[in-house]
């Protein structure tokens, strides 16, 4: 159980596109659910939780009207990266857990995004 | 600041050994204390959970948890090449939103 899934796993576009990743709770409802954002050899990085029914609430640093997110459902949160550039270019990685304070988060498999 | 501290490594342990990995928490409020793994290139994977003291066992997996310490553990038995990961521990506190507080992980090598 609790499986997320994540779409697409992969996108590769020109400069100055804009890309939508979508992340689905396969086999719970999920009210919130996290975006994070991994370059390299590097930690995890949270950029803004996403709230069922509300605005995402965004980490510090993170533009948000460049990463536009929508969870209009409750297994069903996107993420749209407007006009992407290079240095966009990022492993973007998806979360959500089952309701409850001791249940854990699931992740999704990720997209890696490469803006040429 | 909610801060989640790990030993970023490389541990590197001999095939069929134990591996240790450790992990401090500075908020007290914590309830919740995961370990994830995540191969290169590849998105985390729960492989523990652990909400109160003592030792946790799946496999050959053990999970320690001292809260008064703010000590969270994996001990990894029989260590094997495909366990060379790293290995994140992650701390979720009380509140609204539930978000898990990362450390940087420890990259563990089994040699064969």
């Known amino acids: 159980g609790a499986v997320v899934s994540q779409h697409p796993s992969w996108v590769i576009c020109k400069s100055g596109t804009s890309v939508k990743i979508e992340c689905r709770s396969l086999d719970f409802q999920a009210t919130t659910m996290f975006w994070y954002r991994q370059f390299p050899k590097q930690s995890l990085m949270l950029m803004a939780t996403s709230n069922e029914g509300s605005k995402a609430t965004y980490e510090q640093g993170v533009e948000k009207d460049k990463f536009l997110i929508n969870h209009a459902s409750l297994t069903l949160s996107t993420l749209t990266v407007t006009s992407a550039h290079p240095e966009d270019s990022s492993f973007y990685i998806c979360?959500?857990?089952?309701?409850?304070?001791?249940?854990?988060?699931?992740f999704g498999d990720g997209t890696r995004l490469s803006i040429l | 600041q909610k801060e989640v501290e790990q030993n970023s490594g490389p541990l590197s342990v001999p095939e069929g050994a134990i591996a240790s990995l450790n992990c401090t928490y500075s908020d007290r409020g914590s309830q919740s204390f995961f370990w994830y793994r995540q191969y290169s290139g590849k998105s985390p994977e729960l492989i523990m959970s652990?909400?109160?003291?003592g030792d946790k066992e799946d496999g050959r997996f053990t999970a320690q948890l001292n809260k008064a310490s703010q000590y969270v553990s994996l001990l990894i038995r029989d260590s094997q090449p495909s366990d060379s990961a790293t290995y994140l521990c992650a701390v979720k506190s009380g509140g609204s939103n539930y978000k898990l507080t990362f450390g940087k992980g420890t990259l563990l090598t089994v040699n064969p």
């Open positions: 979360s959500a857990y089952p309701a409850g304070v001791y249940q854990p988060q699931h």
């Open positions: 652990i909400y109160s003291n």
